[in-house]
């Protein structure tokens, strides 16, 4: 049998406050109509005080752990994806064990912005595969609303908050990612990108984005990348059951669904309701599908994104 990382357990957790279309037109210049016909983005959740990129993590992972049926003691392996850590360091991830009373293991953050959440299930699998320990939570975690420039209307609607999660063991069977894909190419980092840093500026900077020539390069890097992880799986377009997409924006779901020839009643959308999570949209779409019951044992179920860097990939599980 081929050793897999199966995902056991999904959870998920926004933050308390909604933040509506109307609320942001009431102060900066746009529009709920503008911003639902160009996004499809009818309201975000923002953070407000006390709530940080861990503690929303935490909360999404305890949610995932139960629903798994797994204690905290079981992982060994915590990865958080994030561009939005509490502190420069330590990382996420160790604040989210410390956070589950978990006082050994491996624990680290990654950092591929939207894609962030593949690039840390792709390492996680990749490390229980090899033994590194036999059960791990994967995070996406986020707090983007912290570096919005909240008078730049191009960027400020499109953005929200919130952590998902999943647990991963390790099995030998059919279920569990059957193949991934990741890729990156730095050339493209004025496009989307935030402009400070410690090493910089020495101070958080807002992001900035460039919507149109995003928009472009994420139609067609995200059906390639979809195609290269379906022939690499040996699979093909009409085997997928799901697509959970990165949750960037409604014409980029459907623009990449009409690529692919892919029917848009097989993709999970919550960007209506979320925004733009960053690494946290994929785990929180797919923690709705799971709880919903849309997801069902046995079915193939694809995970794409794309993100600032470029950075890029795709994941096919069998449920």
């Not at 990865?79 to 293991?105: E, K, R």
């Not at 036999?134 to 209307?153: H, K, P, Q, V, Y």
Request: glycine share 10%.
């Amino acid at each position: 049998m081929t050793r897999r990382a199966a995902i056991i357990g999904t959870g998920s957790q926004l933050p308390r406050r909604v933040v509506t279309n109307a609320e942001l037109a009431a102060r900066i210049d746009t529009s709920d109509e503008w911003i639902v016909e160009r996004t499809g983005i009818r309201q975000r959740y923002v953070a407000e005080e006390g709530e940080t990129t861990s503690t929303l993590a935490t909360e999404a992972a305890r949610k995932a752990l139960a629903a798994a049926g797994v204690e905290a003691s079981d992982i060994g392996l915590i990865i958080v994806a994030t561009a939005t850590p509490d502190h420069t360091f330590p990382s996420v991830a160790t604040q989210v064990q410390a956070n589950l009373g978990i006082a050994d293991g491996v624990a680290f953050d990654v950092q591929a912005v939207c894609s962030g959440f593949l690039y840390a299930v792709t390492v996680g699998e990749n490390m229980l595969r090899a033994g590194s320990a036999d059960r791990a939570l994967i995070i996406g975690a986020e707090t983007f609303s912290r570096i919005l420039d909240w008078e730049d209307r191009t960027t400020c609607v499109l953005f929200g908050d919130g952590a998902g999660a999943v647990v991963l063991q390790a099995e030998d069977g059919e279920r569990g990612i059957l193949a991934s894909a990741l890729h990156a190419d730095g050339r493209h980092r004025e496009l989307l990108y935030v402009d400070g840093g410690p090493s910089t500026t020495g101070t958080v900077g807002h992001l900035r984005m460039q919507g149109r020539e995003v928009f472009r390069h994420a139609v067609v890097n995200l059906a390639s990348v979809l195609n290269e992880t379906l022939d690499r799986a040996g699979l093909k377009i009409d085997d997928i059951d799901w697509l959970v997409p990165h949750q960037a924006n409604r014409r980029i779901l459907e623009g990449t669904a009409r690529k692919l020839g892919l029917s848009p009643d097989k993709v999970v959308m919550t960007v209506d309701r979320h925004a733009n999570t960053s690494a946290a949209s994929i785990p929180l779409a797919l923690d709705e599908a799971v709880r919903d019951g849309r997801i069902k044992p046995g079915q193939l179920v694809i995970l794409e994104a794309m993100g600032g860097g470029f950075t890029w990939g795709a994941a096919a599980v069998r449920w």
